[in-house]
């Protein structure tokens, strides 16, 4: 599976954006599909999982009642809404790919998209 994350970018706390993550080369259905976020200086931790079917969802702490993560099987992308932003959620932004093991823990993603910048400006 190859996945591009998209949508990152600039805005002031308090504000929203929505990132967006499109996979092709094999069926998307197949897998559930993680958000994970790295901040500077910090390790990647997770921030949300939707199972295949999108009837499951896992969010961190951080991101409960802000973040909304999402699926349209038919168009190959995972979208994770972000609300009420923080600069503490300043990171770069990745989506992975997984078949098995637990949700919350990078070990279990077979398949990672390149990243997208979020920046929260205070």
């Known amino acids: 599976v190859q996945l591009q994350a998209f949508g990152g970018g600039v805005v002031q706390a308090g504000g929203s954006l929505r990132l967006s993550c499109v996979a092709s080369?094999?069926?998307?259905?197949?897998?559930?599909m993680g958000w994970f976020r790295q901040a500077p200086g910090k390790e990647r931790e997770f921030v949300a999982h939707?199972?295949?079917?999108?009837?499951?969802?896992l969010y961190a702490d951080s991101g409960k009642g802000r973040f909304t993560i999402s699926r349209d099987n038919a168009k190959n992308t995972v979208y994770l809404q972000m609300n009420s932003l923080k600069p503490e959620d300043t990171a770069v932004y990745y989506c992975?790919?997984?078949?098995?093991?637990?949700?919350?823990?990078?070990?279990?993603?077979?398949?990672w998209g390149q990243g997208t910048l979020v920046t929260v400006s205070s």
């Open positions: 939707i199972s295949w079917g999108g009837g499951s969802t």
């Open positions: 080369g094999r069926t998307f259905e197949n897998y559930g």
């Open positions: 992975a790919a997984r078949q098995g093991g637990r949700p919350d823990l990078e070990d279990s993603y077979d398949y």
